[in-house]
């Protein structure tokens, strides 16, 4: 069982693919992670979002510890922002590619697979079970996620951020690679005036019902 949920940032998809992966015992991977981890070696290694060396950053995902996705180091919104541009780059998406197939082609608990990103249900497991895609209005988004650095004690200003999202909106769903858009078979959710998880989550449970009544 595969599952893929899509999404913009900040529009609830990981909180989502958390929760569903839990209540079936699968395992998750964020995709997005694994473009932000690269986006902060090469932070590392003096790049900036003018100034990125293809060669480099096919070299940073071809060579990616996946121990590196789990730092908080990755979850700022500077991160944040190189990985947009970072993924962008056709190279780097295929050297990532293979990795979340085999993921999901083999997770390690055998049971099944639940994973977030930009294009998991259009081009990374277009054959996925269930597909999912989570939206919600900008300023909503842009809210939620100063409101979560503030909490992680970063200094960030909602004007800053919602300028911020939108270039990465922008960059996300016009590049020529994989932009980010809903799979033909998608069930789309409008998170803007959802406000608890647990209601997104029981929405979502019950299309899993629907589509696949063994897995509940």
Do not use: W
């Not at 259009?122 to 503030?150: C, M, W, Y």
């Amino acid at each position: 069982m595969i599952i893929a949920i899509d999404g913009s940032a900040a529009s609830g998809k990981g909180t989502l693919a958390k929760r569903v992966a839990a209540e079936f015992g699968y395992d998750y991977l964020d995709t997005g992670a694994l473009y932000r981890a690269v986006a902060l070696r090469l932070l590392n290694a003096g790049a900036n979002s003018n100034k990125i060396d293809e060669k480099q950053a096919v070299n940073a995902a071809s060579t990616l510890n996946l121990l590196l996705t789990q730092t908080a180091e990755i979850r700022t919104d500077k991160v944040a922002a190189l990985a947009s541009i970072v993924a962008a780059i056709g190279p780097v998406r295929a050297e990532l590619l293979a990795l979340q197939r085999a993921f999901a082609a083999a997770p390690p608990s055998g049971r099944g697979a639940v994973l977030d990103g930009r294009d998991i249900g259009t081009i990374v497991l277009p054959d996925a079970n269930v597909k999912f895609f989570i939206d919600a209005d900008l300023d909503i988004r842009a809210e939620r996620r100063t409101k979560e650095l503030l909490q992680a004690e970063q200094s960030v200003m909602f004007r800053d951020v919602l300028a911020d999202m939108k270039a990465r909106d922008d960059r996300d769903r016009t590049r020529s690679v994989a932009p980010l858009k809903a799979a033909d078979d998608a069930i789309t959710i409008d998170t803007s005036k959802m406000d608890a998880s647990a209601v997104v989550l029981a929405l979502a449970l019950s299309h899993i019902d629907r589509v696949c009544p063994s897995e509940q």
